[in-house]
């Protein structure tokens, strides 16, 4: 599968942005959607992942009541509404897809396949 993700920008604190990644291929239902984000001179950050139905759904910490993933498979698109953006969530933000039906517990190098990053500016 491959990946693309858009919608990055620059946004001011308190302000809200959607990013979306369109996957080719005709079985994205069946591949577990994520999203992770890397700031310069950190390392990659796991923000959300969704199953294949999009029945469950998962997010860490430091994103958990703010963003929101979602994804239409008729689309081939898994979504991230980002809320309430702070300026600590300036990253390079990534989506990603394995075929392993499961929503926690990925490391931030474990799914498979990888799109280009969107960059995501929040101005304080």
């Known amino acids: ?10 946004v001011q604190a308190g302000g809200s942005l959607r990013l979306s990644c369109a996957a ?10 994520g ?14 992942a969704i199953s294949w139905s999009g029945g469950s759904t998962y997010y860490g910490d430091s994103v958990k009541g703010r963003f929101t993933i979602s994804r239409d498979n008729a689309k081939n698109t898994v979504y991230l509404q980002m809320n309430s953006l702070k300026p600590e969530d ?7 897809a394995d075929r392993t039906n499961r ?4 490391g931030t190098d474990d799914m498979n396949y990888w799109g280009k990053g969107t960059q995501v500016t929040v101005s304080s």
Do not use: N
């Open 1 to 10: 599968v491959q990946l693309q993700a858009f919608g990055g920008g620059l």
């Open 103 to 106: 929503v926690t517990g990925w």
């Open 90 to 96: 300036t990253a390079v933000y990534y989506c990603a």
């Open 35 to 48: 999203w992770f984000r890397q700031s310069p001179g950190k390392e990659r950050e796991f923000v959300a």
């Open 24 to 33: 080719s291929g005709r079985t994205f239902s069946r591949y577990t959607m």
